[in-house]
């Protein structure tokens, strides 16, 4: 089975600029989710989709991120204006079924992102 | 404020040695623990999961062990080689979470030959 796709591998932007990463995840899964994770630290929780709806983005900074997953398949995860902070990779996972807790997530390769 | 601790950054253990990760939670709700695997470059890969009704699962060399009323939880390699070398999350979640997982800093394990 195909894995969970990426793109872009690697991102360098200025401060205050905008930025777009795309996630395509395994076939048929239907619960996806965007991570960021610092150096250092583990992936932290952005945002779930359960299809095209969204589960959970209590820790989405609103104010310059955004997500969607329109027909409930790929995603996009956007980013504008950058700051210095949001320096991170930034990885997108699946699972089968959000109702079933045995279900691991499985992660794609990430996108670095660094901010100048 | 850390949910799920994973106090030893880093860890070195001799080939064929038996390497323990360590893992401890403060969230009493978290009744489902994963672990993964990190190479660098790539995403997490799962590894291994236990649930709160076991306190022990195994799957070949890897075994996962959790002690629910001190909140801790330790993922076994035994025999450790030289590619379980690699970055190890311990993650965590419960019904209450959907399958939001609250995942810990880390620990670099680096199995010398």
């Known amino acids: 089975e195909a894995g969970v796709a990426q793109s872009p591998r690697y991102k360098i932007i200025e401060k205050r600029q905008s930025v777009a990463f795309w996630c395509n995840p395994i076939s048929g899964h239907a619960t996806l989710y965007w991570y960021q994770q610092i150096l250092g630290q583990g992936p932290k929780l952005l945002i779930q989709f359960q299809n095209n709806g969204v589960v959970d983005d209590s820790q989405l900074p609103k104010d310059r991120f955004s997500a969607e997953r329109l027909k409930g398949v790929d995603s996009t995860l956007k980013i504008q204006p950058a700051k210095l902070e949001d320096s991170a990779v930034y990885l997108c996972?699946?699972?089968?079924?959000?109702?079933?807790?045995?279900?691991?997530?499985?992660f794609g390769d990430g996108t670095r992102l660094s901010i100048l | 404020d850390q949910q799920v601790k994973q106090n030893s950054p880093s860890l070195s253990v001799q080939e064929g040695r038996i390497s323990i990760l360590n893992c401890d939670y403060t969230n009493s709700m978290f009744d489902y623990f994963l672990w993964y695997k990190k190479y660098p470059a790539e995403g997490p890969t799962f590894l291994i999961s236990i649930s709160s009704i076991k306190d022990k699962n195994e799957d070949g060399r890897f075994t996962v062990f959790l002690n629910k009323s001190a909140k801790h939880l330790s993922l076994h390699i035994v025999p450790s080689q030289p590619g379980d070398s690699a970055v190890y999350f311990c993650a965590a979640t419960s019904d209450n979470y959907g399958q939001n997982f609250v995942f810990g800093p880390g620990t670099r394990l680096s199995v010398l030959p």
């Open positions: 996972a699946s699972s089968h079924n959000a109702g079933n807790s045995l279900q691991p997530q499985h």
